[in-house]
């Protein structure tokens, strides 16, 4: 018969046993832990619904029905947003998940992270997960999720505002290897032009995509290595200060050279770049994968309004090249492939 250790007293106290017993014999995860601890609160509720696209053990269940539903309904829609497809090794397709791999222990760090930034706030900035509190109704999660899909519908998807960024592009380095470092990057810039309402930021942003988007494909090699020389907790924000930067130059007509790109990161003197040479003949899933994301770059679709790449599987909008109130036809060669964004917020 198992061993039992029952502890007498009231729920705070046994939780407070049940985490001393755990660390004593093999120790918890640290993020496991933290999840655990603060597992009543919004931000680990809507991680967990969506990471498991609103199904598996259901932390929301004393909810009432209708906003379980709701929980989710939205779960899943972020889980398809973030995690679709699943990535293969080595990488055949250009239709890459946002966030990474949900299969891999960082999903649900990178996840929490984007959560976090997606609900900060002018006031409060990004809050740490203890300082939400202890949701008891739903509507806490309900509003986390919220403007988590806000964010997320504007990096991704079909909503009339999303700009469809491709993830080969803003978020994976040189060998097709996902960079939490990027995604968060871009996220967190684009939160805090979001939160500040500075709808000019994203129309400036379209208006030099074109030329940003090339910079970023041509020196990834640098990019990636720009971020290993910074310690990990603040490759983040050097990716954020360097995006920025680069768009602000590129909104002011500046070229933008190699040692601009080093110079934004805060880094000075000159950084080499480029593949380790192994000394093998075979050819790793990370060359195949790299060959690959350049081949496939070079054939991809434009967006005619921006001339930025179309992720044509996860965000792409059929524009009237003729308006309608001009007698435009919906036949299909007066149709053109456009970001929602550019079709919904540029050519109006």
Not at 247 to 255: E, G, R, W
Not at 285 to 307: G, H, R, W
Request: charged share 25%.
């Amino acid at each position: 018969m198992p061993l039992q250790q029952w502890v007498k007293g009231d729920t705070d106290k046994a939780e407070t046993s049940f985490f001393n017993i755990n660390m004593k014999g093999t120790p918890l995860d640290p993020l496991e832990e933290l999840l655990l601890r603060n597992r009543k609160r919004p931000v680990p509720i809507a991680a967990r619904a969506i990471i498991r696209a609103g199904k598996g053990h259901r932390y929301w269940s004393l909810f009432e029905k209708s906003k379980t539903e709701i929980i989710e309904a939205q779960s899943l829609k972020l889980h398809r947003l973030l995690f679709d497809p699943e990535i293969r090794k080595p990488i055949k397709t250009l239709d890459l998940p946002l966030s990474g791999s949900k299969g891999i222990r960082s999903a649900i760090q990178i996840l929490i992270d984007f959560i976090l930034i997606a609900n900060a706030s002018q006031k409060s900035g990004v809050m740490k997960i203890d300082k939400y509190p202890e949701d008891f109704t739903g509507e806490g999660t309900l509003d986390v999720l919220k403007k988590t899909i806000t964010l997320a519908s504007r990096i991704t998807g079909n909503e009339r505002g999303s700009l469809g960024l491709h993830p080969a592009i803003y978020f994976y380095g040189p060998t097709g290897r996902h960079s939490s470092a990027m995604f968060l990057g871009v996220v967190t810039l684009f939160n805090e032009k979001l939160v500040q309402n500075n709808k000019s930021f994203f129309s400036k942003f379209t208006s030099i995509r074109a030329e940003l988007e090339e910079i970023l494909i041509s020196n990834k090699e640098l990019i990636a290595t720009i971020l290993q020389k910074h310690i990990s907790h603040k490759r983040v924000n050097i990716f954020k200060i360097l995006l920025d930067k680069i768009v602000s130059k590129l909104v002011d007509n500046q070229d933008i050279t190699q040692n601009d790109l080093i110079i934004f990161s805060q880094l000075d003197g000159k950084l080499i770049s480029g593949d380790v040479q192994n000394g093998s003949s075979k050819i790793s899933d990370e060359q195949k994968s790299k060959l690959f994301i350049n081949v496939a770059l070079k054939n991809a679709l434009t967006c005619p309004v921006c001339n930025g790449y179309l992720d044509v599987d996860k965000s792409v909008s059929y524009d009237h090249i003729q308006r309608v109130r001009e007698g435009g036809l919906g036949s299909a060669d007066n149709v053109q492939l456009t970001h929602p964004y550019c079709n919904q917020s540029i050519k109006q």
